[in-house]
Protein backbone atom coordinates (compact mmCIF):
# COMPACT_ATOMS: atom_id res chain seq x y z
CA UNK A 1 0.00 0.00 0.00
CA UNK A 2 2.94 2.34 0.81
CA UNK A 3 4.72 0.88 -2.05
CA UNK A 4 6.34 4.03 -3.44
CA UNK A 5 4.92 6.49 -1.36
CA UNK A 6 7.76 9.12 -0.26
CA UNK A 7 7.08 11.46 3.28
CA UNK A 8 8.23 15.30 2.59
CA UNK A 9 7.81 16.21 6.23
CA UNK A 10 9.27 12.72 8.37
CA UNK A 11 9.56 14.92 11.12
CA UNK A 12 6.11 15.19 11.76
CA UNK A 13 6.25 11.24 12.53
CA UNK A 14 7.82 12.31 16.12
CA UNK A 15 4.30 13.17 16.85
CA UNK A 16 3.66 9.13 17.15
CA UNK A 17 5.60 9.40 20.69
CA UNK A 18 2.90 11.68 22.52
CA UNK A 19 -0.31 8.47 21.63
CA UNK A 20 1.05 6.28 24.32
CA UNK A 21 1.50 9.39 26.15
CA UNK A 22 -2.47 9.84 25.51
CA UNK A 23 -3.33 6.29 26.19
CA UNK A 24 -2.12 6.26 29.73
CA UNK A 25 -3.79 9.87 30.59
CA UNK A 26 -7.15 8.35 29.54
CA UNK A 27 -6.76 5.39 31.53
CA UNK A 28 -5.90 7.38 34.75
CA UNK A 29 -8.56 10.08 33.70
CA UNK A 30 -11.33 7.41 33.41
CA UNK A 31 -10.40 5.24 36.46
CA UNK A 32 -11.06 9.17 38.40
CA UNK A 33 -14.17 9.64 36.91
CA UNK A 34 -15.55 6.38 37.78
CA UNK A 35 -17.15 5.90 41.03
CA UNK A 36 -16.81 3.53 43.42
CA UNK A 37 -19.20 1.99 45.81
CA UNK A 38 -18.18 -0.52 48.10
CA UNK A 39 -21.17 -2.91 49.49
CA UNK A 40 -20.85 -5.97 51.66
CA UNK A 41 -23.02 -8.36 49.06
CA UNK A 42 -25.07 -7.88 45.95
CA UNK A 43 -27.51 -10.51 46.08
CA UNK A 44 -30.34 -8.45 46.14
CA UNK A 45 -29.44 -6.71 43.00
CA UNK A 46 -30.80 -7.72 39.67
CA UNK A 47 -27.49 -8.18 37.40
CA UNK A 48 -27.29 -6.58 33.64
CA UNK A 49 -24.88 -7.50 31.11
CA UNK A 50 -24.72 -4.20 28.84
CA UNK A 51 -22.00 -3.47 26.61
CA UNK A 52 -22.00 -0.63 25.91
CA UNK A 53 -20.02 0.76 29.08
CA UNK A 54 -17.22 -1.14 27.58
CA UNK A 55 -17.99 -0.13 24.02
CA UNK A 56 -18.06 3.79 24.94
CA UNK A 57 -13.47 3.03 24.93
CA UNK A 58 -14.25 2.54 20.97
CA UNK A 59 -14.88 6.00 20.92
CA UNK A 60 -11.42 7.08 22.52
CA UNK A 61 -10.17 4.86 20.07
CA UNK A 62 -11.74 6.45 17.06
CA UNK A 63 -10.23 9.73 18.20
CA UNK A 64 -6.58 7.65 18.63
CA UNK A 65 -7.01 6.95 15.16
CA UNK A 66 -8.21 9.88 13.79
CA UNK A 67 -4.99 11.57 14.78
CA UNK A 68 -2.65 9.57 13.89
CA UNK A 69 -4.24 10.08 10.89
CA UNK A 70 -3.61 13.55 10.86
CA UNK A 71 0.04 13.29 11.86
CA UNK A 72 0.70 11.07 8.75
CA UNK A 73 -1.24 13.43 6.50
CA UNK A 74 0.85 16.51 7.77
CA UNK A 75 4.02 14.02 7.16
CA UNK A 76 3.08 14.82 3.64
CA UNK A 77 2.66 11.29 2.13
CA UNK A 78 3.60 11.47 -1.84
CA UNK A 79 4.23 9.55 -5.08
CA UNK A 80 6.47 11.07 -7.18
CA UNK A 81 7.09 10.23 -11.51
CA UNK A 82 10.18 10.38 -13.16
CA UNK A 83 10.70 11.14 -16.41
CA UNK A 84 14.65 11.36 -17.81
CA UNK A 85 15.10 12.96 -20.86
CA UNK A 86 19.42 12.94 -22.26
CA UNK A 87 20.21 15.14 -24.67
CA UNK A 88 23.81 14.16 -26.42
CA UNK A 89 25.25 17.56 -26.11
CA UNK A 90 29.19 16.00 -27.44
CA UNK A 91 29.15 12.93 -28.75
CA UNK A 92 32.27 10.56 -30.21
CA UNK A 93 32.66 8.84 -33.74
CA UNK A 94 35.19 5.82 -33.21
CA UNK A 95 35.90 3.81 -36.45
CA UNK A 96 37.42 0.13 -35.10
CA UNK A 97 40.02 -1.21 -37.36
CA UNK A 98 40.31 -5.01 -37.08
CA UNK A 99 43.07 -7.34 -38.39
CA UNK A 100 41.60 -10.08 -39.94
CA UNK A 101 44.63 -12.41 -41.46
CA UNK A 102 45.07 -15.35 -40.75
CA UNK A 103 47.39 -14.94 -37.88
CA UNK A 104 44.35 -13.56 -35.63
CA UNK A 105 43.44 -17.38 -35.63
CA UNK A 106 46.63 -17.96 -33.04
CA UNK A 107 45.35 -19.82 -29.77
CA UNK A 108 47.29 -17.51 -27.21
CA UNK A 109 44.29 -15.90 -26.60
CA UNK A 110 41.25 -18.21 -26.09
CA UNK A 111 39.53 -19.55 -28.16
CA UNK A 112 41.55 -17.29 -30.28
CA UNK A 113 42.88 -14.05 -30.99
CA UNK A 114 39.63 -13.00 -33.49
CA UNK A 115 37.14 -14.69 -31.49
CA UNK A 116 38.61 -12.78 -28.14
CA UNK A 117 38.72 -9.61 -29.86
CA UNK A 118 34.89 -9.98 -30.76
CA UNK A 119 33.85 -10.65 -27.23
CA UNK A 120 35.55 -7.61 -26.24
CA UNK A 121 34.58 -4.89 -28.62
CA UNK A 122 30.98 -5.68 -28.69
CA UNK A 123 30.87 -4.99 -24.84
CA UNK A 124 32.35 -1.89 -25.92
CA UNK A 125 30.11 -1.09 -28.67
CA UNK A 126 27.06 -1.79 -26.33
CA UNK A 127 28.68 0.44 -23.57
CA UNK A 128 28.79 3.83 -25.95
CA UNK A 129 25.04 3.96 -26.38
CA UNK A 130 25.50 7.65 -27.14
CA UNK A 131 27.97 7.32 -29.64
CA UNK A 132 28.36 6.19 -33.31
CA UNK A 133 30.70 3.37 -34.46
CA UNK A 134 32.09 2.03 -37.51
CA UNK A 135 34.21 -0.81 -38.42
CA UNK A 136 37.07 -1.61 -41.05
CA UNK A 137 38.86 -4.82 -41.48
CA UNK A 138 41.79 -5.44 -42.79
CA UNK A 139 44.70 -8.00 -43.98
CA UNK A 140 46.72 -7.64 -47.48
CA UNK A 141 44.41 -4.78 -47.91
CA UNK A 142 41.61 -2.69 -46.00
CA UNK A 143 37.69 -2.76 -46.63
CA UNK A 144 34.49 -0.65 -44.73
CA UNK A 145 32.51 -3.59 -42.73
CA UNK A 146 29.77 -0.89 -41.91
CA UNK A 147 30.25 2.63 -41.89
CA UNK A 148 29.89 4.84 -38.49
CA UNK A 149 26.39 4.62 -37.06
CA UNK A 150 24.67 5.26 -34.19
CA UNK A 151 22.64 2.10 -35.43
CA UNK A 152 24.05 -0.97 -32.70
CA UNK A 153 22.40 -3.31 -33.75
CA UNK A 154 23.80 -3.31 -37.17
CA UNK A 155 27.68 -2.68 -35.89
CA UNK A 156 26.84 -5.48 -33.24
CA UNK A 157 26.05 -7.93 -36.81
CA UNK A 158 28.62 -6.58 -38.69
CA UNK A 159 31.35 -7.44 -35.81
CA UNK A 160 29.52 -10.41 -35.51
CA UNK A 161 30.01 -11.51 -39.19
CA UNK A 162 33.96 -10.91 -38.72
CA UNK A 163 35.65 -14.19 -39.50
CA UNK A 164 38.69 -15.02 -41.53
CA UNK A 165 38.32 -16.16 -45.43
CA UNK A 166 40.70 -16.23 -48.26
CA UNK A 167 38.55 -13.14 -49.70
CA UNK A 168 41.24 -10.06 -49.26
CA UNK A 169 44.51 -10.19 -49.69
CA UNK A 170 46.82 -12.29 -47.23
CA UNK A 171 49.09 -10.28 -45.13
CA UNK A 172 49.32 -7.33 -43.01
CA UNK A 173 47.96 -3.32 -44.47
CA UNK A 174 48.69 -1.69 -41.28
CA UNK A 175 48.93 1.56 -43.29
CA UNK A 176 45.81 0.53 -45.48
CA UNK A 177 43.45 -0.46 -42.60
CA UNK A 178 44.45 2.99 -40.84
CA UNK A 179 43.93 5.08 -43.80
CA UNK A 180 40.56 3.31 -44.81
CA UNK A 181 39.54 4.10 -41.26
CA UNK A 182 40.25 7.69 -41.80
CA UNK A 183 38.65 7.96 -44.67
CA UNK A 184 35.51 6.74 -43.06
CA UNK A 185 35.85 9.44 -40.13
CA UNK A 186 37.23 12.67 -41.51
CA UNK A 187 34.39 13.93 -42.44
CA UNK A 188 32.71 13.98 -39.04
CA UNK A 189 31.23 16.49 -37.09
CA UNK A 190 31.70 14.80 -33.78
CA UNK A 191 32.96 16.61 -31.20
CA UNK A 192 35.95 13.80 -30.89
CA UNK A 193 37.07 11.38 -33.62
CA UNK A 194 38.73 7.80 -32.44
CA UNK A 195 40.34 4.85 -34.62
CA UNK A 196 41.05 2.38 -32.41
CA UNK A 197 43.25 -0.12 -34.48
CA UNK A 198 44.32 -3.24 -33.80
CA UNK A 199 47.15 -5.69 -34.85
CA UNK A 200 48.99 -8.54 -34.08
CA UNK A 201 51.67 -8.27 -37.09
CA UNK A 202 54.23 -6.32 -38.71
CA UNK A 203 53.08 -4.15 -42.12
CA UNK A 204 54.11 -6.36 -44.66
CA UNK A 205 51.23 -5.35 -47.30
CA UNK A 206 49.40 -2.59 -48.67
CA UNK A 207 50.40 0.54 -50.79
CA UNK A 208 50.01 3.15 -47.99
CA UNK A 209 52.79 3.45 -45.10
CA UNK A 210 51.60 3.47 -42.03
CA UNK A 211 53.25 6.64 -41.05
CA UNK A 212 51.64 8.61 -44.50
CA UNK A 213 48.32 6.93 -42.76
CA UNK A 214 49.29 8.81 -39.47
CA UNK A 215 49.77 11.98 -41.30
CA UNK A 216 46.42 11.54 -42.92
CA UNK A 217 45.22 11.13 -39.29
CA UNK A 218 46.77 14.08 -37.75
CA UNK A 219 45.44 16.52 -40.36
CA UNK A 220 41.73 15.36 -39.84
CA UNK A 221 42.54 15.78 -35.85
CA UNK A 222 41.57 12.04 -35.35
CA UNK A 223 43.08 10.31 -32.46
CA UNK A 224 44.26 6.94 -32.90
CA UNK A 225 44.17 3.97 -30.16
CA UNK A 226 46.75 1.12 -31.17
CA UNK A 227 46.47 -2.46 -29.43
CA UNK A 228 48.95 -5.23 -30.11
CA UNK A 229 47.37 -8.57 -29.39
CA UNK A 230 49.44 -11.82 -28.83
CA UNK A 231 51.54 -13.01 -25.93
CA UNK A 232 55.24 -13.19 -25.71
CA UNK A 233 57.27 -15.24 -27.03
CA UNK A 234 55.86 -18.15 -29.11
CA UNK A 235 51.82 -18.83 -30.07
CA UNK A 236 50.32 -21.51 -31.32
CA UNK A 237 49.08 -20.31 -34.80
CA UNK A 238 48.36 -21.42 -38.34
CA UNK A 239 51.03 -22.64 -40.46
CA UNK A 240 49.92 -24.53 -43.08
CA UNK A 241 46.08 -25.94 -44.16
CA UNK A 242 45.37 -29.86 -44.32
CA UNK A 243 44.43 -31.59 -47.00
CA UNK A 244 40.56 -31.23 -44.97
CA UNK A 245 40.76 -28.01 -45.36
CA UNK A 246 41.54 -27.14 -41.85
CA UNK A 247 44.52 -25.16 -40.57
CA UNK A 248 47.59 -27.10 -39.60
CA UNK A 249 48.84 -25.00 -35.83
CA UNK A 250 52.57 -24.60 -35.25
CA UNK A 251 54.19 -22.83 -32.67
CA UNK A 252 55.66 -19.70 -34.03
CA UNK A 253 57.16 -16.65 -32.90
CA UNK A 254 55.07 -13.43 -32.16
CA UNK A 255 56.05 -10.41 -34.23
CA UNK A 256 54.09 -7.11 -33.29
CA UNK A 257 55.90 -4.25 -34.53
CA UNK A 258 55.48 -2.04 -31.50
CA UNK A 259 57.60 0.79 -32.25
CA UNK A 260 55.39 1.71 -35.24
CA UNK A 261 52.34 1.08 -33.30
CA UNK A 262 53.40 3.13 -30.08
CA UNK A 263 54.75 5.89 -32.85
CA UNK A 264 51.07 6.18 -34.14
CA UNK A 265 49.52 6.46 -31.10
CA UNK A 266 51.74 9.40 -30.14
CA UNK A 267 51.81 11.26 -32.99
CA UNK A 268 48.00 11.55 -33.12
CA UNK A 269 47.27 11.98 -29.08
CA UNK A 270 46.16 8.05 -28.50
CA UNK A 271 48.13 5.27 -26.57
CA UNK A 272 49.38 2.53 -27.00
CA UNK A 273 47.92 -0.86 -24.98
CA UNK A 274 49.09 -4.24 -25.66
CA UNK A 275 47.05 -7.16 -25.13
CA UNK A 276 48.83 -10.46 -24.45
CA UNK A 277 45.72 -12.37 -23.05
CA UNK A 278 41.92 -12.04 -22.25
CA UNK A 279 41.49 -10.24 -19.47
CA UNK A 280 44.12 -7.85 -20.37
CA UNK A 281 42.01 -7.21 -23.83
CA UNK A 282 38.96 -6.74 -21.50
CA UNK A 283 41.37 -4.07 -19.28
CA UNK A 284 42.33 -1.85 -22.41
CA UNK A 285 39.01 -1.82 -24.10
CA UNK A 286 37.56 -0.22 -20.57
CA UNK A 287 40.55 2.10 -20.43
CA UNK A 288 39.68 3.47 -23.26
CA UNK A 289 36.22 3.13 -22.47
CA UNK A 290 37.14 6.15 -19.73
CA UNK A 291 39.64 7.77 -21.94
CA UNK A 292 36.55 8.63 -24.17
CA UNK A 293 33.64 9.82 -22.26
CA UNK A 294 30.82 11.66 -24.05
CA UNK A 295 29.35 14.41 -22.64
CA UNK A 296 25.32 13.56 -21.99
CA UNK A 297 22.90 16.22 -20.36
CA UNK A 298 20.36 14.69 -18.51
CA UNK A 299 17.09 16.63 -18.00
CA UNK A 300 14.71 14.95 -15.19
CA UNK A 301 10.66 15.64 -14.76
CA UNK A 302 9.46 14.98 -11.22
CA UNK A 303 5.35 14.92 -11.20
CA UNK A 304 4.58 14.71 -7.61
CA UNK A 305 1.22 13.72 -6.54
CA UNK A 306 -0.06 14.61 -2.99
CA UNK A 307 -1.52 11.33 -0.88
CA UNK A 308 -2.44 13.92 2.40
CA UNK A 309 -5.86 14.40 1.19
CA UNK A 310 -7.68 10.93 1.79
CA UNK A 311 -6.41 10.97 5.16
CA UNK A 312 -7.90 13.98 6.06
CA UNK A 313 -10.95 13.32 4.81
CA UNK A 314 -10.55 9.88 6.88
CA UNK A 315 -9.53 11.33 9.89
CA UNK A 316 -12.52 13.97 9.41
CA UNK A 317 -14.87 10.65 8.82
CA UNK A 318 -13.69 8.95 12.26
CA UNK A 319 -14.45 12.15 13.95
CA UNK A 320 -17.70 12.23 12.48
CA UNK A 321 -18.66 9.24 13.82
CA UNK A 322 -17.22 10.03 16.78
CA UNK A 323 -19.31 12.09 17.67
CA UNK A 324 -22.62 10.75 16.12
CA UNK A 325 -21.75 8.08 18.39
CA UNK A 326 -21.50 9.77 21.48
CA UNK A 327 -24.19 11.93 20.55
CA UNK A 328 -27.21 9.35 20.65
CA UNK A 329 -25.77 5.65 21.55
CA UNK A 330 -23.68 6.79 23.65
CA UNK A 331 -25.35 9.70 24.99
CA UNK A 332 -26.02 8.69 28.49
CA UNK A 333 -22.38 8.04 29.34
CA UNK A 334 -21.37 12.11 28.74
Known amino acids: MLEGIHFLNKEFFWLFLLLPLIVIWYIFKHKKQTAELKMSTIKGFKMTNSWLPKARHGLFVLRLLALALVITAIARPRTVDVSTKTKNTRGIDIVIAIDVSASMLAKDLLPNRLEALKKVASEFIKSRPNDRIGIVEYAGEAYTKTPITSDKAIVLRALNDIKYNTTIEGGTAIGSGLATAVNRIKDSKAKSKVIILLTDGVNNSGFIDPKTASELAIAYDIKVYTIGIGTNGMALSP ?59 EFKYYNYEEKYRPLILLAFGLLLFEFLLRSTLFRSFN
Open 239 to 297: IGILPNGNFQYGRVPVEIDEDLMKEIAKVTGGQYFRADNNKKLEAIYEEINKLEKTDVE
